[in-house]
């Protein structure tokens, strides 16, 4: 039982649930605390261990159901089962199961008549009565659902179906389940009885049927388990590498999940250091004048307290088209960061310029994005636009705050106001410049990318989510 | 607490029962947690949103148990001071001034600078030693001979600092005082740590513990937390108040009612001699399940539909 809970365990890890060595040590505490008569009680013993979120506890139910409800193919129904291992455990939820086995066994095949049907063809067709003796037959013919069972184990090993990695690959290992099983008799004896005119052909033909139905089952159980975890690890690389405005519509969710993923990361690596600086030094002074009252005894230490200072950061977006999928990837992560950043306040632009920080407060992130998007869209004016934001914002600007600007500063040939942005960059702690567009095409056409460059303290390219989790690396460790 | 001294935590089924005896109505899922980390002598971080029994949980522990509860109160800023353990101070002070006469009779005799040192050194630490200590919740929960109910109480209100602290506590039940050494506990105190998750609580710590995340309640056990709270409200509006809690709890409120305000509103109900809902009585008692005054005006507007859902419900469900 310990070995199929370490499996258990293996598959919660490949479905992100982390589990340590030490949890695995827990867990097998729990089991034995708990005994594992009763399924329910072991399940929520083992949540508590395991899953130490709500949505980790929602992975394990998942799991738990899936790992330990296999009751292999129908053939492994209760009855007076003698495998160890998860069968039996399967059974224990159901308490009528004394009814259950009793009804399946009253509707299973009554292998008799079939069996003498079959022996009858048998005589004419050496290649069915070559089937009749093999053990596949045998079992499939009595409905053992153990020994089928066992069977079924056997032949995923064989196939080395624990190795699949991706879904593509669910026809082939099926084949070869099939092929260890000992499918090719049945195939055999088909084609000879189709040839012969055989009546018994089509009894064959469901037997064939209902075995590879329960190994495409099978594979299918084991492929959720085991490599739907791998091949979504695989997923998520590929995306993290991709220009955010080709990522397919269908995939916009993985990717504000990878977002979340990869912010609750940085926030975990940058969360302690705020702290640790926040701790003040002896104030001396005070220390001496406290002491006084104690002739002169310094046992009452006073520390200086830490200037708290607020750091604060200006989100600027431009949401015309061309940006839109950026700044929604930005304003995403940013917001993701509300644990660990400092105050955010965000303005979005394309014509003219508002904050729109309020939107966050009242919609969750992405309605209110979209929201965005709807009323700021349009053809880009960067002058005005940073006429607005100055008004609005100058005045809050001061050598506490950081300034994002997100923009591929491409500006229709308007009056670029780059005296504008250059008192912000005086007054700012860092004003910092992303820009979508590779480094390459800055300054071509109308961008004035190269003019607003020279205003900035750090500008950098930014088109995926490596480079947009890097840049926000350097950011909470640049605000701390 | 070695578990033959306390027949109550033997099985599940015990638990649940001791708990109802007590007035506490817990969900199979929460005893197991109780009966595990018992068994286990693991500490449990409990987590949910405000309001449904999560302090109520250690509380009714300790009552069960007879074991004197001990509390701390999270909050910013707390230290080691306040939580682990602190010298006293004036005491210490008071001692070095009365004992400053004895100093002659000791020194007496001694030749030059080192020797009177030496002499000096012979006397320990006397002014860091228990006498001089003050404890504070958690190392008097250590200190107790019989064991005891320790709540780490709103956990993820405290600084990141002070989650560490807590490590050595929770695994090995010891304390580490520089001055003096280790102080083991007596007996093993049973450890409840609660969490709102307005942060997320470091993995090390959640790591030793066991997770008990308590969600709100079904309908049919929030019934049965308000028939042993206020037992003298009748069965059809008792049917009735909670299904129109829950059915507050699925709008999009800034704070849904939990399980005290059902039993506060049940509570005003029965002083209104209400025997069932209606809009009006609902609108005017409104402010005991919300507390915000969006929430109030939100709802107040599809009051009459919730209202004459609920009664429905509860009809139907006598006929059926």
Redesign the interface.
């Known amino acids: 039982m310990q070995s199929s809970l370490v499996s258990f365990i293996q598959v919660l890890r490949s479905h992100e649930v982390?589990v340590?060595p030490?949890?695995t040590l827990?867990a097998v505490?729990?089991a034995s605390?708990?005994g594992y008569t009763d399924r329910?009680?072991l399940r929520?013993?083992l949540?508590?261990?395991l899953?130490?979120?709500?949505e980790e506890?929602a992975i394990f139910l998942q799991c738990f159901d899936d790992f330990f409800g296999l009751d292999l193919a129908n053939y492994a129904l209760p009855s007076d089962t003698t495998s160890p291992g998860q069968a039996s455990d399967a059974n224990t939820e159901y308490p009528t199961e004394g009814t259950d086995a009793a009804a399946a066994t009253a509707t299973g095949n009554d292998p008799e008549p079939h069996f003498e049907t079959l022996s009858k063809a048998a005589e004419e067709s050496p290649a069915l009565s070559a089937l009749m003796q093999s053990s596949l037959m045998h079992n499939l013919l009595h409905n053992d659902r153990n020994a089928m069972a066992m069977a079924m184990g056997q032949a995923a090993r064989e196939a080395g179906l624990a190795d699949m990695q991706m879904f593509t690959q669910k026809g082939q290992f099926t084949r070869r389940m099939l092929d260890a099983l000992g499918e090719q008799h049945i195939r055999d004896a088909v084609v000879e009885l189709e040839q012969s005119g055989n009546p018994a052909l089509p009894l064959v033909q469901r037997y064939r049927d209902v075995l590879r139905e329960q190994v495409r089952d099978y594979v299918e159980r084991e492929y959720l388990l085991h490599a739907e975890g791998r091949s979504r690890q695989f997923m998520d690389d590929i995306l993290s590498g991709v220009r955010l405005n080709n990522i397919e519509h269908v995939y916009l969710h993985k990717v504000q999940e990878l977002i979340r993923k990869m912010a609750?990361k940085l926030?975990?690596r940058h969360?302690?250091r705020r702290?640790r600086q926040k701790r003040g030094q002896l104030n001396m002074p005070r220390t001496l004048r406290r002491g006084i009252a104690?002739?002169g005894?310094m046992?009452?230490l006073h520390w200086r307290r830490a200037r708290k200072e607020k750091p604060q950061i200006l989100a600027v977006c431009d949401v015309s088209g061309s940006v839109a999928a950026y700044a929604k990837f930005l304003l995403l992560f940013l917001y993701s960061l509300q644990?660990v950043l400092p105050k955010v306040r965000s303005f979005a632009f394309s014509s003219h310029l508002g904050e729109v920080s309020n939107y966050f407060e009242d919609y969750s992130v992405e309605e209110a994005i979209e929201l965005i998007n709807r009323k700021y869209g349009g053809a880009t004016d960067y002058g005005s636009s940073l006429l607005d934001f100055a008004s609005l914002a100058m005045d809050d600007i001061n050598s506490n705050t950081t300034v994002i600007v997100l923009g591929d500063a491409r500006n229709n040939h308007g009056e670029p106001r780059l005296d504008l942005l250059q008192s912000i960059y005086q007054r700012s702690k860092q004003l910092i410049w992303l820009n979508p567009e590779s480094r390459r095409s800055w300054g071509s056409g109308d961008s004035e990318m190269l003019r607003y460059q020279s205003a900035c303290h750090f500008s950098a390219e930014c088109n995926n989510l490596k480079q947009l989790e890097r840049i926000i690396d350097q950011l909470l460790k640049s605000t701390r | 607490m070695k578990p033959e001294d306390f027949p109550q935590l033997a099985s599940?089924q015990q638990i649940e029962q001791g708990f109802e005896s007590h007035g506490y109505i817990c969900s199979?899922?929460i005893a197991?947690?109780v009966f595990?980390a018992f068994?286990?002598r693991?500490p449990?971080l409990v987590?949910g949103p405000p309001g449904v029994g999560k302090t109520e949980l250690a509380k009714t522990t300790a009552l069960l148990l007879g074991t004197p509860l001990i509390r701390l109160q999270c909050y910013e800023g707390l230290d080691e001071a306040k939580a682990l353990y602190e010298w006293k101070?004036g005491k210490?002070?008071l001692y070095?001034?009365v004992l400053k006469e004895k100093l002659g009779d000791l020194l007496q005799g001694a030749k030059g600078l080192a020797e009177s040192v030496q002499r000096l050194h012979q006397f320990g630490d006397i002014f860091y030693s228990e006498d001089f200590l003050e404890p504070r919740p958690l190392l008097k929960a250590m200190q107790q001979e019989k064991g005891a109910i320790l709540l780490i109480d709103e956990i993820d209100k405290s600084?990141?600092?002070f989650e560490s602290l807590l490590l050595e506590i929770l695994s090995d039940y010891q304390i580490s005082i520089p001055e003096i050494g280790t102080v083991k506990a007596r007996t093993t105190p049973m450890v409840f740590l609660t969490s709102n998750n307005t942060?997320?609580i470091?993995?090390a710590l959640?790591?030793r513990c066991?997770?008990?995340?308590i969600p709100f309640p079904t309908v049919g056990l929030e019934e049965r937390i308000i028939r042993s709270r206020v037992p003298n409200v009748d069965e059809r509006l008792r049917h009735q108040l909670v299904e129109f809690v829950h059915s507050l709890r699925q709008l999009d409120l800034k704070k849904a009612p939990a399980i005290s305000e059902t039993i506060d509103w049940a509570r005003s109900l029965l002083l209104l001699h209400a025997d069932q809902l209606e809009t009006e009585l609902v609108r005017s008692t409104l402010n005991v399940l919300l507390k915000f005054e969006e929430d109030i005006q939100s709802t107040e507007a599809n009051l009459g539909n919730m209202v004459r859902e609920c009664r429905k419900e509860s009809a139907s469900g006598e006929t059926g």
């Open positions: 982390r340590s030490a949890e827990d505490d729990v605390t708990l329910a009680l929520d013993g949540a508590m261990t899953a130490k979120t709500p506890e609750r926030a975990s969360s302690p702290r104690n002739d005894v046992f009452d644990d | 599940v199979r899922k197991t947690a595990l068994q286990l693991k449990i987590e101070y210490q002070l070095t001034q600084d990141y600092e942060r997320d470091s993995d959640k790591r066991l997770h008990l995340y």
